[in-house]
Each structure stands twice: as structure tokens, then as C-alpha cells.
């Protein structure tokens, strides 16, 4: 079980942390990603990190502001959003699949709630 959390509403510039804790499986074994969708458009890619985190990716629009990171001991994952545009606005959702991080979701086995994230210009 995923759930996240940290969504909100922030003025643009701002930041964000969300979070992604997991529950009732061994974390370590999973690649995870964050993935967003807007109203009115597909779920897109955004970050995906690696079970040991040597492989970490993010879509051309987030690089240079968004930051993925996770601490296994603590079965979460973050998605730390700076310089936040109102284009960011979007229900992002964590996911976890076994084996490599991929960026596409129908490789991912699990799936959190989602989050809102509202970026106001």
C-alpha cells in the first residue's frame, strides 16, 4: 500500500515535498516514480528512482526543480518541487513496480491515492 502526501496549493516559485510512504512490503525491492496528471490530460511521467538509487530520471519539464530521493529505512519516498510553475498543477501519484525504474505507467504494479498539487501565478 502507497500513500501520498504533501500536495497544496503554492503561489508559483514556490515549493513543495511530497511524500510516498509504503506499507506491507519489503520498499527496498521496488523502483518507484512519480507520476502527475492534470485536468483533462493523460498521467505523464515525472521522476523514478532506482531500488539502490543509482538510476534516477525525470521528464525534460521538471529537470533542474524537481528532486527524487528515498530512504528505504524509512519506506518513503520524496518528490522535493522547487520553482513551481502553474503548468505543475496536477493530481501526482506515487507508484512502485518491481525490477528497473521505468517511466512508463503501465509498468508500475502499485499506485498511491494522489495528491493535488494547485500552483497559483
Known amino acids: 500500500q502507497l500513500q501520498a502526501s504533501g500536495g497544496g496549493l503554492v503561489q508559483a516559485g514556490g515549493s513543495l515535498r511530497l511524500s510516498c510512504a509504503a506499507s506491507g512490503r519489503t520498499f527496498s525491492r521496488y523502483a518507484m516514480g512519480w507520476f502527475r496528471q492534470a485536468p483533462g490530460k493523460e498521467r505523464e511521467f515525472v521522476a523514478g528512482?532506482?531500488?539502490?538509487?543509482?538510476?534516477?530520471y525525470y521528464t525534460d519539464s521538471v529537470k533542474g526543480r524537481f528532486t527524487i530521493s528515498r530512504d528505504n529505512a524509512k519506506n518513503t519516498v520524496y518528490l522535493q518541487m522547487n520553482s513551481l510553475k502553474p503548468e505543475d498543477t496536477a493530481v501526482y501519484y506515487c507508484?512502485?513496480?518491481?525490477?528497473?525504474?521505468?517511466?512508463?505507467?503501465?509498468?508500475?504494479?502499485?499506485w498511491g491515492q494522489g495528491t493535488q498539487v494547485t500552483v497559483s501565478s
Open positions: 528512482i532506482s531500488r539502490t538509487r543509482i538510476t534516477i
Open positions: 507508484a512502485a513496480r518491481t525490477g528497473l525504474m521505468a517511466t512508463m505507467d503501465d509498468e508500475y504494479d502499485y
